[in-house]
């Protein structure tokens, strides 16, 4: 006769515990740990920092080498310290710095959860595209053809060098038949353009430009720029002092706008969240931040960490915004479709 047998431990009971006990077992070790919520106080302050630092971004100070925009401008990134410090917890084993942790979890998704999920619909009658091409780009023939492969109707590039304007022009030639160049950004079309102008942002040289697309819905203004560039240096911090002059400039000539639809295109060196850009961000709507897939990151091309590269809007719906692929330029083009009412 078969006879079923258990080998004993040395307390008599079995090999296998279930899992289920275990966890009791686990939990009642826990509660009645004395130093449970006295560990991890190092990693419960770094989480409460991190929280800090996110709700009250707007205030920190911008004196001393603009560390509050720099801080801004990276500010999504303070979510990569969730997963690590809430290992550190778990280590630990501290109630202290895994409720401090949680916490910091819940500040960062109130604040940039609505942009990881994917917010397009199916919507709009125009699609736009933006892309600072480089003034070094060693193949802007080949960027030209890819960014026009992309559907847009309206397509504007910044950084270009004046020797390769004809080329961009030629390439870009039988997809959009008009164009206007100001300095060193330029708009490309499929609707006729009226009215292009040069917009002074106080650089001394033209990199913004203003111009009317005609399209079948209506008249649209349509500003290009480009912002100067930031400098994070050793001896001086973040150097943005040119670029918010600019940006100042730039929400000026957005506010005398008459006609009631305009876009914004171009890099403008700054995220939504950098204060530095709150006299054109607080009277325009991001197409990402609207209906945007994922952050859409957009420089540097090689890695992706911030999105500098903006589509904004006034007068018109967002319905889709995305990066498109990556070409000879260290940005990442960005597109967006947009519904105009008649």
């Known amino acids: 006769m078969a006879q079923a047998y258990m080998t004993d431990t040395g307390n008599g009971g079995s090999d296998h515990e279930p899992s289920g006990s275990r966890v009791r077992r686990r939990l009642a070790e826990l509660r009645t740990d004395p130093e449970i919520w006295r560990r991890g ?15 009250f971004h707007a205030h920190l100070p911008n004196d001393v080498g603009n560390t509050g925009s720099l801080i801004e401008t990276f500010l999504p990134w303070l979510g990569v310290a969730v997963p690590l410090l809430l290992a550190g917890a778990v280590i630990r084993k501290s109630a202290t710095a ?34 600072n091409v480089d003034a070094d780009n060693m193949d802007p023939r080949g960027t030209a053809r890819s960014v026009a492969t992309s559907g847009a109707d309206v397509l504007a590039l910044t950084e270009l060098k004046a020797s390769a304007v004809p080329v961009y022009e030629h390439a870009l030639a039988a997809t959009y038949p008009y164009h206007a160049v100001e300095g060193t950004v330029g708009v490309w079309s499929k609707y006729p353009l009226t009215s292009t102008l040069p917009v002074d942002i106080k650089m001394g040289w033209t990199r913004a430009m203003r111009t009317t697309v005609k399209t079948e819905q209506g008249q649209v203004a349509v500003f290009v720029a480009h912002l100067p560039s930031v400098r994070v240096k050793l001896n001086a911090g973040f150097t943005a002092n040119q670029r918010d002059n600019s940006a100042e400039a730039l929400g000026q000539a957005l506010a005398a706008e008459p006609l009631r639809k305009v876009i914004l295109l171009g890099d403008l060196n ?39 590269d903006q589509i904004m809007v006034r007068g018109i719906k967002p319905e889709a915004s995305w990066t498109l692929p990556r070409t000879g330029s260290d940005h990442l083009p960005v597109a967006a479709r947009v519904t105009l009412k008649p």
Not at 99 to 111: D, E, G, H, P, Y
């Open 41 to 55: 106080i190092v990693l419960a302050a770094l989480g409460a920092l991190i929280s800090l630092v996110m709700i």
């Open 270 to 308: 700054g995220t939504m969240n950098d204060r530095a850009l709150s006299p054109v961000t607080s009277q325009m709507r991001s197409t990402q931040g609207a209906a945007g897939d994922g952050f859409g990151f957009s420089w540097p091309a090689q890695f992706p960490m911030a999105r500098i």
């Open 98 to 131: 895994l409720l401090s942790i949680l916490l910091t979890a819940v500040v960062w998704l109130n604040l940039f959860g609505g942009l990881v999920t994917d917010k397009s619909g199916g919507g709009g009658n125009l699609t736009v595209a933006t892309h």
